[in-house]
T-cell receptor, first 106, second 115 residues
């Protein structure tokens, strides 16, 4: 099956800093999503981005499908950005990476 | 749009009893629903996939007789944990997708504790 690797596993930032989270996947996929899991466990859809670049406020994402990776950019981070960020790459059944645990300090 | 609800959000049950968790798509028709399990500080693991009106497809290692899944309508799927044991304690999350998109939307999760 498809293997999904995320890096870094943990990231600590000062408020206002920028960061880049990476997602590598082992095989060609037709679908890729980024999620933020909040402290209560809810997964929030950030981007559905099988290819190309999208932006939503301070967040943006780029997927280079031919090279099997995706990047999530967070600019001007805020304490509310803290939590776990998951990437999921899939054709039919979603396969999650292990996540990046982000802590933003005031 | 694309809201998925789960009920209950938390449940505590005694060992040997059964627990039913409901997953509903509130504003779209969910042709496919998925059930995941997440242990503390770990990623989500797919348990099973269900298409409306069909039997669920279980991932390897997931006991279909223990985790009963029913997807009887385009807005409702249920997961029943039968004869629960303490090792079944976990966070169970459902997701759903509609007919014309592969994007999945997740419910808020159900925290199950078996005593």
């Amino acid at each position: 099956g498809i293997q999904v690797e995320q890096s870094p596993p943990d990231l600590i930032l000062q408020e206002g800093a920028n960061s880049t989270l990476r997602c590598n996947f082992s095989d060609s996929v037709n679908n890729l999503q980024w999620f933020h899991q909040n402290p209560w466990g809810q997964l929030i859809n950030l981007f559905y981005i099988p290819s190309g670049t999208k932006q939503n406020g301070r967040l943006s994402a780029t997927t280079v499908a031919t090279e099997r990776y995706s990047l999530l950019y967070i600019s001007s981070s805020q304490t509310t950005d803290s939590g776990v960020y998951f990437c999921a790459a899939y054709n039919n059944d979603m396969r999650f990476g292990a996540g990046t645990r982000l802590t933003v300090k005031p | 749009g694309a809201v998925v609800s789960q009920h209950p959000s938390r449940v505590i049950c005694k060992s040997g009893t059964s627990v039913k968790i409901e997953c509903r798509s509130l504003d779209f028709q969910a042709t496919t629903m998925f059930w995941y399990r997440q242990f503390p500080k770990q990623s989500l693991m797919l348990m099973a996939t269900s298409n409306e009106g069909s039997k669920a497809t279980y991932e390897q290692g997931v006991e279909k007789d223990k985790f009963l899944i029913n997807h009887a309508s385009l807005t409702l799927s249920t997961l029943t944990v039968t004869s629960a044991h303490p090792e079944d304690s976990s966070f169970y999350i459902c997701s759903a997708r509609g007919r014309f998109s592969y994007e999945q939307y997740f419910g808020p999760g159900t925290r199950l504790t078996v005593t």
